[in-house]
């Protein structure tokens, strides 16, 4: 049976770009609750991101599913997620996705930079599958 193991954010919508939330969930249930605004949501949304690819509805393509650049005042901001999972098989295998948001003076402009799906083997071997 498979299973989702961890999800680790950075820098998507109200989590900070400095540095990295991770929950672990447990089995069989793992509970979320919490006050408004507070990323529920956003915990779903990068779970949907992380296993196909597609930005949330509303995000503008993804540029307002990363943290926003002007709350800090910069010009880029660094996104990514890590979530870690058990496939049918058993076998533990980690997706990471990188984006960026670049702010100009009146244009954002969001970037999918990285995707890799990382296995390990049951003797321990590793492989990488990389989409640049």
Same mark, same amino acid.
């Given at each position: 049976? @498979?299973?989702?193991?961890?999800l680790a954010i950075r820098g998507i919508r109200a989590f900070?770009?400095?540095?990295?939330?991770?929950?672990?969930?447990? @089995?069989?249930?793992?509970?979320?609750? *919490?006050?408004?605004?507070?990323?529920?949501?956003?915990?779903?949304?990068?779970?949907?991101?992380?296993?196909? *690819? +597609?930005?949330?509805?509303?995000?503008?393509?993804?540029?307002?599913?990363?943290? $926003?650049?002007?709350?800090?005042?910069?010009?880029?901001?660094?996104?990514?997620?890590?979530?870690?999972?058990?496939?049918?098989?058993? +076998?533990?295998?980690?997706?990471?996705? @990188?984006?960026?948001?670049?702010?100009?003076? =009146?244009?954002?402009?969001?970037? +999918?930079? $990285?995707?890799?799906?990382?296995? =390990?083997?049951? $003797?321990? @071997?590793?492989?990488?599958?990389?989409?640049?």
């Amino acid at each position: 049976m @498979s299973q989702i193991e961890k999800l680790a954010i950075r820098g998507i919508r109200a989590f900070s770009p400095d540095r990295e939330q991770a929950i672990e969930f447990e @089995s069989p249930l793992t509970m979320i609750v *919490g006050a408004n605004g507070c990323g529920k949501t956003t915990v779903i949304e990068c779970l949907k991101f992380g296993t196909t *690819g +597609q930005a949330p509805p509303g995000s503008a393509s993804g540029k307002a599913f990363v943290y $926003d650049p002007k709350v800090t005042g910069v010009s880029e901001v660094k996104a990514q997620l890590k979530l870690r999972f058990k496939n049918y098989g058993g +076998q533990r295998m980690v997706v990471v996705r @990188s984006m960026q948001l670049t702010q100009k003076k =009146t244009t954002a402009t969001f970037k +999918q930079l $990285d995707g890799v799906i990382r296995a =390990t083997k049951p $003797d321990g @071997s590793k492989t990488s599958y990389t989409n640049k």
